[in-house]
């Protein structure tokens, strides 16, 4: 068991949300090496600890590889942000420009609406995202009927699976004056004529939101539902001795026992708050809500490579890894002053 | 319960893990099979040489339909044609990133950049050395192929037709025939009689089959903006197509032609039209499919559209016998002073074609290959298919093959499975003007064959209104004149320059505002509009202004226009 907990373990920032992998095993993989520890201190005693667990290392040895070569190496490419880069000429032969990318970037009014609707939308999405996943994970878990909910599960992460592409094009559908939303508000009587959702800036922040939300809830729960099969039932027996209710269950021993995995994910997701991605924003946005679905990531698509401003594009990329590694500091040092998981 | 975690997490692993490998995998798949096409062609000679072709218009298709079997059967070249997958603008830019560059380019506006990153040669020798069939096709336009005054190089040929005859428009607006003929075939001449005749229809037949009708459709959700909003008001205002600008022909004076007073004029009646009910309140945000299949129903009365967009439908209705739902192009403008530039002569407008990539191993062997393309046996082959498959010779003339010509007009995927048609645009194309050897014209497409193939309902709406063809109720091509600096939309704008970004943010900003204008309250109208200007003012449009008249006027030193 350990030595599956100690590869996942060591297997970083894999694209997508494979990160949280890395909570419930957690506590495991610390109180084994507590016990694993050598009885004699000093070098010896780490050479001999180091061989013991060289199948360990052995094992973790690719992803670190990986990690250099594809997190740490290109790295390097930041030096393009201080260049007047073409890409004619290699990277040791261009002009040197100092901070003027990035001058031209905090002149930019535009850029501020970016940072605006990407933390707008990286806040909603991260707050009804995680809420979504736990109430989802939390009712699923308390389903006794097995078959109905292995079979509730799976449908709910499918969507997952589906291309945004097509996932915008169901909710410009649905959304649409002539779509089944509208029909349904209007058939009732809540809307008197049909609401172009699609055509509000105000709203637009929330339909990204509730896309997300459809598309994700199921495949977010997944890890929560993982870390609530770990609940030690007795704790469940004691509690229905002592004749507490189902909702209390929930409150006083489900939600405190994976209180680590929500707070090491939450700030894994709060360090990625700024990569939201465009791909959503894109797809769902058009002309009239342009200046609410205007992200970061679309910014430097549309002003920096796609008008060959390779060293402006790369200026905007390191803003965003000095933001993201800020926030996550910001994070992990909250955690640790409650004293709740964190991440490192 | 340690334990299903465990397995749980196992699973999970393992899921990774197999994705993960499933993508290197695809990679390496890839590779070797591109490695293993390379090296078959280097071992036999007599297999065709195939060259890699990247077509910013392009689309999925493979080069095995009969015309291309018989191109490569002519010039023992196959072409592996590369498209940018979503209508992605980053393409050429990623290119020039990895370097990485197929032998053959179409790159649009691009071409620019990969000039600046010295991606592709210049033809000025080839031309000179081997360029026969080129020369013969250019001749004194040649010139109009240079790309700037700094650098009169020539980097790409081809694109469009050297002597285009404008038998063809789709006019300001499009309007269904069955309006014209329900109304007794009006005289629609200014937005007044437009207006005045879709609401008219649209009060008669409030339904059509069943669905709402609707008057006036758009497509403003993605770039298609530019097509159904932004252009229209410049016909309507009686300017020529310089894409975002205004250029005055005789002085070179170019201004960004949404500061204009016509265009405000325009859009003013657009936002009354919304105002009305009689705008597809989905314009700015439904889909292009959406709007195509709301065309294809035949409900929707007129639109703003270039015909080369609306195929499809077009064809749909056909196809369904809905013929009466089909469109009529209109020479509308704002008022009787403006003129209709539905017939305008841009002369060759040179700029965009197709360049050969500096790293491509078979450089000479693409050139040829480009000549071909532009000797009358080849125009033939493009434009009419194979004889005796698609077209016969009957009494030294040719004749397209009856169930082709069906196909030609109703079918949409015609050009895409037989080829005729289909390697045209953006290759060296002599144009449908122009004649071959014998005297004939070198495409299936003369003023006779349009006529031609009007389908019914056509041809009894040009009948009432005594036309031969749609273009006589344009004012005619020799009362306009021709372009002395073509067109601005194929000009070259250095990538990254003052100039591109202040356009870019200029039509961000144009896009936004005057939709969010012509969506707004009438009595906003002027406000807003105000707005924008203001807007455009401090992100410096005078300055774009001044550098694209510079642009202007270069354009015309260099084709000696001026």
């Known amino acids: 068991m350990s030595r599956i907990n100690n590869a996942a373990e060591s297997q970083p920032n894999l694209p997508e949300s494979n990160s949280p992998l890395q909570t419930p095993v957690k506590p495991g993989f610390s109180s084994r090496k507590g016990k694993k520890r050598a009885p004699k201190p000093g070098n010896k005693g780490f050479f001999q600890r180091l061989s013991k667990q ?27 942000a201080f260049q007047d880069y073409k890409p004619q000429s290699g990277i040791f032969d261009q002009e040197w420009a100092g901070l003027k990318h990035f001058k031209d970037l905090f002149n930019e009014p535009m850029f501020y609406r970016a940072l605006e609707n990407t933390l707008g939308m990286g806040i909603l999405g991260l707050v009804f995202g995680t809420l979504s996943a736990i109430v989802f994970a939390l009712l699923l878990n308390e389903v006794r009927f097995l078959t109905l909910k292995k079979w509730t599960q799976t449908i709910s992460y499918l969507p997952h699976f589906v291309s945004w592409v097509i996932v915008a094009n169901i909710v410009i559908t649905m959304l649409s004056p002539e779509g089944i939303i509208n029909n349904l508000l209007v058939d009732t009587g809540i809307l008197d004529k049909p609401l172009n959702f699609m055509a509000q800036p105000d709203m637009f922040w929330g339909v990204v939101t509730a896309a997300d939300v459809w598309k994700e809830t199921g495949w977010n729960a997944i890890i929560y539902l993982a870390a609530m099969a770990g609940v030690d039932p007795q704790l469940y027996e004691a509690a229905k001795v002592d004749g507490a209710s189902r909702w209390r269950q929930m409150w006083h021993i489900t939600l405190p026992s994976i209180r680590p995995v929500i707070i090491v994910l939450l700030i894994l997701n709060i360090g990625n708050l700024i990569n939201i991605g465009f791909e959503k924003q894109m797809l769902l946005g058009n002309n009239i809500v342009a200046e609410k679905a205007l992200v970061i990531d679309l910014y430097a698509l549309d002003y920096g490579i796609g008008m060959f401003r390779y060293s402006f594009g790369t200026a905007i990329g390191i803003f965003k890894s000095v933001i993201s590694v800020i926030l996550i500091l910001i994070c992990n040092g909250f955690a640790k002053r409650i004293g709740e998981g964190r991440v490192f | 319960m340690k334990r299903k975690l465990s397995i749980l997490l196992l699973s999970l692993l393992f899921m990774f893990a197999a994705l993960f490998l499933a993508a290197c995998s695809d990679d390496s798949d890839t590779d070797t099979s591109s490695e293993d096409d390379d090296a078959t062609e280097e071992n036999e000679s007599d297999e065709p040489l195939t060259l890699t072709f990247f077509n910013a218009d392009g689309e999925e298709k493979s080069f095995d339909d009969p015309v291309a079997q018989k191109i490569t059967e002519e010039t023992g070249i196959k072409l592996e044609m590369d498209y940018p997958v979503g209508g992605n603008d980053e393409s050429i830019p990623l290119m020039i990133a990895s370097g990485d560059y197929p032998d053959l380019i179409f790159a649009k506006g691009d071409i620019g950049k990969l000039i600046e990153a010295g991606g592709v040669i210049k033809l000025d020798e080839l031309i000179e050395e081997k360029g026969d069939n080129l020369k013969e096709l250019y001749g004194d336009q040649l010139d109009r192929l240079r790309n700037s005054i700094d650098d009169p190089s020539i980097y790409n040929v081809g694109t469009y037709g050297v002597e285009e005859a404008r038998w063809e428009t789709s006019g300001t607006f ?20 437009f207006e005045d005749a879709i609401t008219e229809y649209y009060e008669k037949y409030p339904e059509i089959d069943g669905q709402k009708t609707i008057p006036l459709s758009l497509l403003g959700s993605d ?4 097509i159904t909003v932004g252009n229209p008001a410049g016909f309507a205002a009686g300017i020529p197509d310089d894409g975002q600008w205004a250029i005055n022909d005789e002085t070179g004076e170019t201004t960004y032609k949404f500061l204009l007073p016509e265009l405000k004029e325009y859009f003013k009646w657009l936002n009354g039209m919304n105002d009305k009910g009689l705008l597809d309140p989905e314009s ?13 129903s035949g409900r929707v009365l007129s639109i703003a559209d270039q015909s080369w967009n609306i195929g499809d439908a077009d064809a749909a209705l056909v196809a369904d016998g809905k013929e009466w739902k089909t469109y009529a192009p209109l020479p509308v403008t704002i008022n ?3 003129k209709s530039q539905g017939l305008k002569d841009y002369g060759f407008a040179g700029g965009w074609g197709i360049s050969i990539s500096s790293t491509s191993e078979y450089q000479e062997e693409a050139f040829e290959f480009l000549d071909w393309m532009a000797s009358e046996e080849a125009q033939i082959l493009t434009n009419w298919g194979i004889e005796g498959e698609n077209y016969d010779v009957v009494d030294g003339k040719r004749v397209l093959q009856e169930d082709d010509r069906e196909r030609k007009n109703t079918d949409a995927d015609y050009p895409k499975e037989t080829g005729v048609g289909y390697y045209l645009y953006p290759f060296p194309q002599w144009g449908n003007g122009a004649v071959d050897s014998s005297g004939q014209p070198i495409t299936p497409d003369s003023e006779q064959n349009i006529i031609d193939n009007f389908n019914e309902a056509e041809k009894e709406v040009v009948a009432e209104y005594g036309m031969e063809n749609w273009t006589d109720w344009f004012p005619p091509e020799e009362d306009l004149g021709m372009s002395n600096h073509g067109a601005a939309a194929n000009y070259t704008i250095e990538s990254g320059s003052e100039l591109e970004i202040i356009q870019q943010k200029a039509d961000d900003l144009t896009e936004q505002r005057i939709t969010q204008a012509v969506l707004g309250d009438p009595a906003d109208f002027d406000a807003s509009w105000d707005a924008m200007i203001e807007e455009l003012e401090a992100m410096d449009i005078e300055k774009a202004n001044e550098l694209m008249t510079q642009k202007t006027l270069d354009v015309m030193e260099l084709w000696g226009t001026k």
């Open chain 2, 284 to 296: 700015f945000t439904h889909t292009y499919d959406t709007y195509i299949s709301k065309l294809s």
């Open chain 2, 223 to 226: 770039w298609r903006w530019l």
């Open chain 2, 174 to 193: 499009q309007v269904q025939l069955d309006v014209l003929r329900e109304l007794g075939y009006p005289e629609i001449r200014t937005l007044d009689d």
């Open chain 1, 54 to 80: 060289k199948a360990l290392f052995l094992m973790s040895f690719p992803f670190v590889i990986w990690l250099i070569i594809f997190k740490y190496i290109p790295v390097a490419g930041w030096v393009m």
């Open chain 2, 336 to 338: 009787e002073e403006y």
